[in-house]
Structure formats: structure tokens, C-alpha cells
């Protein structure tokens, strides 16, 4: 691009503001737009870079005049602004795929339906521990923009969510983590979960043969996809199953197995720090991601044991006579919640409900009649719960707050019982985010 290129940047959150401190210091000619309040610290940035924006609302003339727009993955394409761009054949890209223009670095990309937090922190922590300097950005950590801008690393490890790889096109992963392809975010994609799932394979998109594939072999949705496609990529495979792949990981009675072009890495399952079938996965991932980059069998061993898990993640919270309280508001599909229901073993107060992201709760109602004794409905509306378990359970409570939530699930619940904010659901109906959400829950369980 030329350096009189007039760049408008949708979004005045940490994404929008990294890429434009990253215009501004590559020569090119910025504006940001938010149709929303911009938060005081981003403003404060913006201003200390002379960087022009405007906030409450979007000068449409000014944005369309620009010759490329980078869009925050909050914003949906169908906004009038983004179809416009569009219509107009002003490029629309994401905040990644215009960092990633101006980086060496090699690219360490996670993405699927669920784990992609835990597995970008535990391989991050692993090959920082292990002395690599290591970016962490996407939807976690800093702007990647921003971090490319101001400190650039050797290695960034990035969460990419479908939102973002939408946006991305001439960006390459040189290592690709697929970790599941299940329905989330179907409200975004017309309801089409093929049109989802093939966002979440632009994940692939760019590699050649010197690049790698970690991927799930025990999710049918990508095993189906890579095998009626042709792949130039290394593939490494992935699975619960005692499945001897020439190069990948695998279980062997109670021990990792994982094999790359190197020694054999090989930890028992009690080692872990993160236990859980969805843990096991996400070990597996970091862990072959680890080898490729070199890192020492007894490093990853020791990373893999003392990782601490993120926040609002099967976080338990405290245990009030007897009953434990389970923090999982980042639960936000259904396929999360699944894994929560699956991974306790006693009876749960289950706190579910939100803004519906097309869930269907067929998939989990044997879960649910096995080990649910009480659904806490947590939303606006919270209908498509009801009418999924109203006739199968006897207790449903119906609650517009959180305290309210966790009074009625204390009440309910017995000595020996879990209670489990799993939402499956977004928070944007009565909280700012999941956050906000797992914060409060927090707050009201001490409070008891």
C-alpha cells in the first residue's frame, strides 16, 4: 500500500485502536469510527497518537471515502456501513490479517468452538517458561497490531475466532491448532452451520508444506472436511482413542503419547495440571505445538503440570455447607456446557440462560436427566429453556439477576450438590460479558 492510503478503522476497542497505532506508525492516513461510547483509556491512546475518531455514531461519507476498512470482529457484516464498504469494493479485513502484513514472526493460530482460550494461555505459558519470546494476542492478551506496532516478538501464539478469520485472506498460520467445529454463533451465520464451519477452515487457508495442522481426529465435523480435501500441510492428529499416529498425539492406557519428529513425549494423565476429558484435548494440542517448536520433552512436562486455568473456566469459587459453587460463565454454547455437565460428578444446580445462539438442547438432555436436579433460568428470555426441560425436570426457577440466581440454586441445592453457572449462552442481555457475568456470580456466593 502506498503511504497516502486512507485506512478507517471500525471499532474503538483494543482491537481497532492497536491497528490504528499500527496505520499511523506504517505512514498511512487513519481515522476510527465507533457507533458506541469508546472507553476513556482507549480515547486517552487515540489522543496521545493524534490519531482522529469519532465516537456515538459513524460518518458514513468519511468512512467510504477511505481506500481500505479494518473492521473489529464485534461488528457484524451486515451492518449498513461494513455493505456499503463493500458494495463500494473498499476491502473489508480484520485487525489479524492487517498485522500479520507487517510481521516475521511466526504465527502460532488456535481456533475452534470451544478450549481455544485454555490452549492458546497453556502453550503460551509453555514457551515462555521455556524462554521463547512469545507474543500473546487475538482474542486474548494484547492487540496484535498493536504489539507488532510497538514490541515485536519471534513467536506470537494468537486465538482466532470465526469472526476473525473472516476477515483474514492473505494470512498465513505456520502453525494451525483446530481444536472442534460444533454450532456457536449460528445467530451470525443465518443459522447455517456449514457457512460456520468453513469459517473456522480458513484457519488452513495460505499453508504450504512447510507448515503444520493440529487438529481433533475425534471431531467428525474436521475429520470429514480434511478427508475429502487434499492437504499440503503436515498434518498432526489429535485423539482420546490409543490411536498410534506416525506423527500426532494419543492416549496409552493413562499417559500422552505424542510424536513429532523427535523423541517421544510421554506424561501420565495425573500429571496434568488441567484435568477433564476437554483438558485433555487442549494438553495434547499445546503439547505437539510445543515439540514443533523445538521445546525441550521436560520444559512442556513442567508447564504442562503447573499451569494455572483461566478465570470463569470450571473456576471453583468456594463450598457453602457442604455445596461447591462452579464458576463456568465462559460457557457461552452449548458444546461448553456439555463438557461441564460431562465432567462433574455429582448432583448440579445448573444456572443456564442468556441470548440464544441457535442451541439445541437435544444434544445435552441426557446429561441433564442424569445428573441435573434443578435448572436456574438466568435471562430476559428464557422460553427455548423451559420448553426444552420444563416437562423432564421437576425444579425450573425463573430469575432476571444474579443474585437472585444464586439465592434460589443455595436454596435448592443439598450438602454434597454442585452448583454450576454453565450459561450456554451469551451475557449481553443483563451483563456487560461473560466477565461480568462469572464476577458477579462470584461476588453473591461470598456474600451467602
Same mark, same amino acid.
Given at each position: 500500500m502506498k503511504r497516502n492510503t486512507k485506512i478507517a478503522i471500525l471499532g474503538g476497542g483494543e482491537s481497532g485502536t492497536g491497528a490504528a497505532i499500527l496505520a499511523l506508525k506504517k505512514g498511512y492516513k487513519v481515522f476510527l469510527s465507533d457507533n458506541g461510547p469508546i472507553k476513556d483509556k482507549y480515547k486517552s491512546v487515540l489522543k496521545n497518537y493524534e490519531i482522529g475518531f469519532e465516537e456515538n455514531g459513524h460518518t458514513f461519507k468519511r468512512i467510504l471515502d477511505a481506500d481500505l476498512v479494518i473492521k473489529s470482529p464485534g461488528i457484524p457484516d451486515q451492518v449498513p456501513v461494513v455493505s456499503m464498504a463493500k458494495e463500494k469494493g473498499i476491502p473489508v479485513i480484520s485487525e489479524i490479517e492487517f498485522a500479520g502484513r507487517f510481521t516475521k514472526a511466526k504465527k502460532i493460530c488456535v481456533t475452534g468452538s470451544n478450549g481455544k482460550t485454555t490452549t492458546?494461555?497453556?502453550?503460551? $505459558?509453555?514457551?515462555?517458561?521455556? %524462554?521463547? +519470546?512469545?507474543? =500473546?494476542?487475538?482474542?486474548?492478551?494484547?492487540? @496484535?497490531?498493536? &504489539?507488532?506496532?510497538?514490541?515485536?516478538?519471534?513467536?506470537?501464539?494468537?486465538?482466532?475466532?470465526? @469472526? &476473525? =478469520?473472516?476477515? *483474514? @485472506?492473505d494470512f498465513k498460520a505456520e502453525i494451525a491448532i483446530l481444536l472442534n467445529i460444533t454450532p456457536d454463533h449460528l445467530d451470525r451465520y443465518e443459522g447455517n452451520f456449514e457457512k460456520y464451519a468453513r469459517s473456522k477452515f480458513r484457519i488452513l487457508q495460505n499453508q504450504t508444506e512447510n507448515d503444520a495442522l493440529i487438529y481433533c481426529y475425534d471431531d467428525p465435523v474436521i475429520t470429514q472436511r480434511l478427508n475429502k480435501s487434499t492437504m499440503r500441510m503436515q498434518l498432526y492428529p489429535f485423539s482420546l482413542m490409543e490411536m498410534d499416529f506416525g506423527q500426532g498425539a494419543y492416549l496409552k492406557e493413562e499417559n500422552i503419547v505424542i510424536k513429532t519428529h523427535n523423541k517421544p513425549f510421554i506424561m501420565t494423565l495425573e500429571q496434568l495440571a488441567l484435568q477433564g476429558k476437554h483438558n485433555i484435548y487442549n494438553s495434547m494440542a499445546a503439547g505437539i505445538a510445543a515439540r514443533l517448536m523445538d521445546i525441550r520433552n521436560d520444559s512442556i512436562k513442567q508447564s504442562l503440570s503447573d499451569f494455572h486455568n483461566i478465570p470463569h473456566r470450571l473456576e471453583y469459587?468456594?463450598?457453602?455447607?457442604?455445596?461447591?459453587?462452579? #464458576?463456568?460463565?465462559?460457557?457461552? #454454547?452449548?458444546?461448553?456446557?456439555?463438557?461441564?455437565?460431562?465432567?462433574?460428578?455429582?448432583? /448440579?444446580?445448573? /444456572?443456564? %440462560?442468556?441470548?440464544?445462539?441457535?442451541?439445541?438442547?437435544? *444434544? /445435552?438432555?441426557?446429561?441433564?436427566?442424569?445428573?441435573? +436436579?434443578?435448572?436456574?433460568?438466568?435471562?430476559?428470555?428464557?422460553?427455548? =429453556?423451559?420448553?426444552?426441560?420444563?416437562? +423432564?425436570? +421437576?425444579? *425450573?426457577?425463573?430469575?432476571?439477576?444474579?443474585? &437472585?440466581?444464586?439465592?434460589?440454586?443455595? $436454596?435448592?441445592?443439598?450438602?454434597?450438590?454442585?452448583? =454450576?453457572?454453565?450459561p450456554a449462552c451469551a451475557s449481553f442481555d443483563l451483563f456487560e460479558n461473560y466477565e461480568d457475568r462469572g464476577n458477579q456470580f462470584k461476588e453473591y456466593v461470598r456474600e451467602l
Open positions: 492458546t494461555l497453556l502453550l503460551h $505459558h509453555i514457551l515462555e517458561n521455556a %524462554g521463547v +519470546k512469545v507474543g =500473546l494476542a487475538g482474542n486474548v492478551g494484547n492487540s @496484535f497490531a498493536w &504489539q507488532v506496532a510497538i514490541r515485536e516478538f519471534d513467536v506470537y501464539v494468537l486465538e482466532i475466532s470465526s @469472526f &476473525q =478469520l473472516d476477515g *483474514m @485472506f469459587v468456594a463450598s457453602v455447607h457442604g455445596i461447591t459453587f462452579i #464458576n463456568d460463565s465462559k460457557a457461552t #454454547n452449548l458444546n461448553s456446557t456439555w463438557y461441564a455437565l460431562e465432567y462433574l460428578d455429582k448432583p /448440579i444446580v445448573w /444456572i443456564a %440462560g442468556g441470548i440464544d445462539k441457535g442451541n439445541d438442547y437435544s *444434544m /445435552i438432555s441426557d446429561l441433564v436427566k442424569e445428573k441435573v +436436579k434443578a435448572i436456574i433460568c438466568l435471562g430476559v428470555n428464557n422460553k427455548k =429453556l423451559f420448553d426444552a426441560f420444563g416437562k +423432564k425436570l +421437576k425444579s *425450573m426457577v425463573e430469575t432476571t439477576t444474579m443474585e &437472585q440466581a444464586v439465592i434460589s440454586a443455595y $436454596h435448592i441445592a443439598k450438602k454434597g450438590d454442585v452448583v =454450576l453457572l454453565s
